[in-house]
């Protein structure tokens, strides 16, 4: 019945069949039936299902450790992966505390889909930080809203707009950088979470805030998003803060009838 | 851990600007796809959607 699950593509490169044994147990328990019911429930097809299964399937091999402190993860990196390390690295270097929210969260902990932006959060900036950010950041990527540094400034980042920025001469995918507006963003600034991705140091949104914001954002993507990242990291997160969003953003029948 | 206060109507109008954003953004692109080689601009959808 789960032959396919063990079909070679899933397993990764190195795994010996005693790992992949050992973990058989774990993964039918844990992964296959949940998540055949859930997607049975929303009437997915078997080839979703398939996709789903598998990803979940890759995160239990893979190597990834969640302690209070940080998030360690080590896979293959896609270029999404290697963009946003990239691009995060030049944030470190001046000394900008940023934080990444949204569907790239998603990507980073193994779902299939893709996504032509990267959101971020930057901590409120005066303009002569912003202007060293912006002269480090234009060695390498171009702004796509505009090439003046008081502009962005003044006339995105001042009045609550993202500024978008991407490789030298491309225009996806991009970066969307923006200040925390509202006191959620402020708090998920303040609160990020530390991941350490093949060793290279990112700062994520606070799974127990996104899980509930992917809800209440609420498209089917977004659910499957939250979903995703619930199955992979049930046992592990704060299910009292997760329930206090969840409380506060007005989606606990939501997050009770898709993704619990 | 203090978790902040949520103004759900905020929350909204945020998300409603972040589409409104979104479609400014898209257009943009199409602009720029109008006016870019294929290979170009096929080249760089490749890094997102392979």
Same mark, same amino acid.
């Given at each position: 019945?789960?032959?396919?699950?063990?079909?070679?593509?899933?397993?990764?490169?190195?795994? $010996?069949?005693?790992?992949?044994?050992?973990?058989?147990?774990?993964?039918?328990?844990?992964?296959?039936?949940?998540?055949?019911?859930? &997607?049975?429930?929303?009437?997915?097809?078997?080839?979703?299902?398939?996709?789903?299964?598998?990803?979940?399937?890759?995160?239990?091999?893979?190597?990834? !450790?969640?302690?209070?402190?940080?998030?360690?993860?080590?896979?293959?990196?896609?270029?999404?992966?290697?963009?946003?390390?990239?691009?995060?690295?030049?944030?470190?270097?001046?000394?900008?505390?940023?934080?990444? @929210?949204?569907? +790239?969260?998603?990507?980073?902990?193994?779902?299939?889909?893709?996504?032509?932006?990267?959101?971020?959060?930057? %901590?409120?900036?005066?303009?002569?930080?912003?202007?060293?950010?912006?002269?480090?950041?234009?060695?390498?990527?171009?702004?796509?809203?505009?090439?003046?540094?008081?502009? &962005?400034?003044? !006339?995105?980042?001042?009045?609550?707009?993202?500024?978008?920025?991407?490789?030298?001469? %491309?225009?996806?995918?991009?970066?969307?950088?923006?200040?925390?507006?509202?006191?959620?963003?402020?708090?998920?600034?303040?609160?990020?979470?530390?991941?350490?991705?093949?060793?290279?140091?990112?700062?994520?949104?606070?799974?127990?805030?996104?899980?509930?914001?992917?809800?209440?954002?609420? $498209? %089917?993507?977004?659910?499957?998003?939250?979903?995703?990242?619930?199955?992979?990291?049930?046992?592990?997160?704060?299910?009292?803060?997760?329930?206090?969003?969840?409380?506060?953003?007005? @989606?606990?029948?939501?997050?009770?009838? +898709?993704?619990? | 851990?203090?978790?902040?206060?949520?103004?759900?109507?905020?929350? #909204?109008?945020? #998300?409603?600007?972040?589409?409104?954003?979104?479609?400014?953004?898209?257009?943009?692109?199409?602009?720029?796809?109008?006016?870019?080689?294929?290979?170009?601009?096929?080249?760089?959808?490749?890094?997102?959607?392979?």
């Amino acid at each position: 019945m789960f032959y396919w699950l063990f079909e070679r593509e899933t397993i990764p490169a190195g795994h $010996s069949e005693k790992k992949f044994l050992d973990v058989k147990h774990q993964i039918i328990r844990r992964v296959s039936f949940p998540a055949r019911e859930v &997607a049975a429930k929303n009437k997915k097809c078997e080839k979703c299902i398939k996709r789903h299964i598998n990803t979940l399937i890759f995160f239990l091999i893979m190597d990834v !450790d969640y302690s209070s402190a940080s998030i360690k993860i080590n896979k293959v990196l896609n270029q999404l992966d290697r963009f946003t390390i990239d691009f995060c690295s030049m944030l470190e270097e001046a000394n900008i505390k940023y934080v990444l @929210i949204s569907g +790239y969260i998603s990507i980073l902990f193994g779902r299939n889909r893709s996504s032509e932006d990267i959101d971020l959060i930057i %901590e409120d900036l005066n303009f002569d930080r912003f202007l060293s950010l912006w002269n480090i950041l234009l060695k390498k990527y171009d702004c796509l809203n505009t090439k003046n540094a008081k502009k &962005a400034y003044q !006339d995105y980042l001042l009045t609550k707009h993202a500024i978008r920025f991407s490789k030298k001469k %491309e225009f996806i995918p991009n970066i969307e950088m923006k200040f925390p507006k509202i006191e959620l963003e402020l708090w998920v600034v303040k609160n990020r979470r530390k991941v350490f991705l093949n060793g290279k140091k990112l700062y994520i949104s606070p799974l127990e805030l996104q899980i509930p914001f992917k809800l209440f954002l609420g $498209s %089917e993507k977004d659910i499957e998003d939250a979903k995703h990242l619930y199955e992979l990291f049930k046992d592990n997160l704060d299910k009292v803060l997760l329930n206090e969003f969840n409380r506060k953003l007005k @989606i606990t029948d939501i997050f009770n009838r +898709y993704v619990k | 851990m203090k978790t902040p206060e949520i103004n759900l109507e905020e929350l #909204k109008k945020i #998300k409603e600007e972040n589409f409104k954003e979104r479609m400014e953004f898209i257009k943009k692109y199409a602009d720029w796809q109008k006016k870019t080689s294929n290979k170009k601009w096929s080249t760089q959808q490749g890094k997102v959607i392979n």
